[in-house]
Each structure stands twice: as C-alpha cells, then as structure tokens.
C-alpha cells in the first residue's frame, strides 16, 4: 500500500502496513497553532508545578503533612505535562501513533497511574483536612508528616500496580490480540463491564467519599467560625488554638475548591467512557484536554489562596533560594495564612 503524497490521495500512518491507519490531512497553518498552543499549555503545566514543588521541598516551614500531599499532587499534575501532554499531543496532530505498541502499553499505564495517583491524593487531602477540623487534637497527636509520606508512597504503588494489571489483563502489549484498530493507533478499549467495575472502583466510590468528607468539613467549619465571631463580639479573648482552627478551616476550604474543579473537569470523561454511542473525535479530544488542563490549574489556585506559595514564588523567581540558609525563611508567616 503506497504512501500517497497528494492532497486529493489517501496518506497512511504506515505505508508499508497493510493494516495502517489513515493519516488525517492538515494545513500547515493548523498544524503550528496545534503545535504551538499544546506546546505552550505543556510548558505551563510543567512551570506551575515545578514552582509548587520547590516550594514545598526548599522551605522547611512548608514541610507540613499538608503540603506533602499537595507536594504528591503537584509532582502527578507535572509529570502529566512533561510526559502526557507532549505525547498525545503529537498523537493528535498527527492522528498518528509512531512509537509502537509496547510504548504505546506504557504510554497507557502511565496515564493512568498519574491520573489514579493524583485522584487519590484528592481524596487523602480529603481525609486529612477532614480530621484537622472535625478532630484537631488528635490531628496534632496522630498525623506526622512520615506517616502522611508512607500513605503518599501506598498510594503511587496502588495507582501503578491497579493500571498495569488493567492493561496487561486485557493483552495490550500483544498486538496480535487486538483486532479492534488498525496500526498506528494507541487507544485503550475495553469490555463494558470493565469500564464499569474501573468507574465504580477508580472514580464514584472515590467521589462519594469525597463529597461526604467536604460536606461534613464545610458544616463543621461553619460552626466553628460562627462560634469564634460569637467570642470576638463579646468582647472575649480568642486563643491560639481557636485561631488555628480558623486556619485549618480556610485551607479546607481551598482544596474543596480544587476538588471541585477536578471533578468538573474529570467528569465528561467518565461519563463518555460508558457511552455505548459512538462520540465524534472532536469532542472526545476536547474533553481529554480539559481533564488534561486540570493540572496546570492547580497551581493558580494555590497562587490565588496561599500566601505562602505567592512569598515562595518570589523567592524562587529572584533567585534568593540559593541564599544560604534561605530554607528557613518563615514563608507561613502567622496563622491566618
């Protein structure tokens, strides 16, 4: 099968395969805007996150059990735009899948740990911020931040061992086992009873926990604002303890914030994937760019709530970090941060 250089003639992935897919036709003016646009949103992701993780690394003030969630978080969001981005981008302006099958599996596994590690890392966030609120002295007791390190490394091997077998149970890295595509394809098909036992397991039952630990923190919250303006109206004095409180609650706050943009952005997804309706391309590439674009919002979030990341940025952009003793800057500053 001949390579057709024409514009009016069919062009192939691979020529010489009988078995290619087609290659979609570009303009070469779509063809750098495609490029440039991805390249730059890859870029963007990378730089946020890598600002969030030196932060939270450089600073020893910022080494709570917190961040060190946020720190998992950011490192998945980076990988993702150092790694996925860039590979599916040229995936997609390409239409062309050029770096074989066994990449392809790993491309695959990839994506999905990433994905699976930063969801989970949502939802011990959740847990964390729950016990901080509700629970505060045995939160200051129990919660260090080794402990929230060995439940941040449980949870990267749970996300890579969970994708791999969901991969390699279904014989992705066998070629010959996969009659559904041509070749120059890399896209992940399944059972629909698989795609419903990885939606309960990976994203609703995951999501209902979420939903039911935020709910319960913005009620306690509430309640422990309302007391402390009680306390501050009449004239009393409010403790150290309260004031931290008050903090916790305003942290809570803000990574509810984030866990509700990484649903919006996640859910179409989810919801597509069980669809026993063909989706046009167009549309199913806009909702994965969404969900990619997730990791790069991040970030700004941070920088629009968090103090201390906005004082660690400046640090970092002024070069200040390589002052010696410059991990010991008070970035927190005072507990209202």
Not at 143 to 150: M, N, P, Q, S
Request: glycine share 2%.
């Amino acid at each position: 099968m001949a390579y057709e250089t024409e514009d009016h003639e069919t062009q192939y992935c691979f020529p010489a395969i009988n078995s290619s897919c087609v290659k979609t036709k570009r303009s070469t003016h779509e063809y750098n805007i495609m490029y440039v646009f991805l390249s730059l949103l890859s870029v963007w992701t990378v730089f946020l996150n890598l600002l969030v993780i030196i932060s939270i690394s450089h600073f020893k003030k910022l080494h709570t059990p917190t961040n060190m969630l946020i720190l998992s978080l950011a490192v998945a969001d980076l990988l993702v735009g150092l790694i996925i981005m860039p590979l599916d981008a040229i995936k997609l302006i390409e239409t062309c899948w050029y770096f074989g099958d066994i990449f392809c599996g790993l491309f695959l596994i990839t994506m999905g740990m990433l994905f699976s590690a930063s969801f989970n890392s949502l939802v011990v966030i959740a847990v964390d911020r729950f016990v901080a609120v509700c629970y505060p002295l045995q939160y200051e007791r129990t919660v260090t931040t080794t402990k929230t390190v060995i439940v941040i490394c449980l949870c990267w091997f749970y996300s890579t061992a969970y994708n791999t077998t969901i991969v390699t149970s279904n014989n992705f890295f066998n070629s010959s086992h996969r009659t559904d595509g041509c070749y120059g394809d890399c896209t992940f098909a399944t059972g629909l009873a698989w795609r419903v036992a990885d939606q309960i397991v990976s994203f609703f039952l995951p999501c209902i926990l979420l939903i039911t630990l935020y709910l319960r923190i913005f009620y306690v919250a509430k309640q422990q604002v309302r007391v402390i303006n009680s306390l501050v109206k009449r004239g009393k004095h409010v403790t150290e303890r309260s004031m931290r409180r008050i903090s916790e609650s305003k942290a809570a706050l803000t990574l509810g914030l984030i866990v509700v943009i990484h649903l919006l952005c996640w859910l179409p997804i989810y919801f597509f994937s069980l669809c026993t309706t063909v989706i046009p391309v167009a549309v199913l590439n806009s909702i994965v760019w969404s969900m990619y674009s997730n990791s790069g919002i991040n970030p700004l979030v941070y920088a629009l709530f968090y103090p201390w990341f906005r004082k660690a940025i400046k640090h970092i952009i002024t070069l200040r970090i390589f002052i010696p003793a410059s991990s010991l800057v008070n970035t927190v500053m005072d507990h209202h941060s």
